[in-house]
């Protein structure tokens, strides 16, 4: 998660500028081409939040046992 909560310093000058750039240039006003941006960075952290989420639930079981012990790897 750090990757992506870091790259959100940098949304208006790098990730992003077309759909800002673009939606100025079709008669939008700023304020509106920046809520764009913000939601969709909004919606980029919550699909890496979710995706995380669901990665550890699922993988927990090989790590752990039923008594939530931590399995250590055989070598």
Known sequence: ???I???TKTVGLIQLPGA???MILAGAAPLEAN???MIVMVML??????TDL???FFSYRQFFTR???LVLPEG
């Open 20 to 22: 800002m750039t673009g």
């Open 45 to 50: 952290i919550g699909a890496a939040a979710f």
């Open 35 to 37: 809520q764009l941006q």
């Open 5 to 7: 909560l870091d790259s």
């Open 67 to 69: 008594s939530h012990q």
């Open 1 to 3: 998660m750090i990757p």
């Open 54 to 56: 669901g990665a550890a």
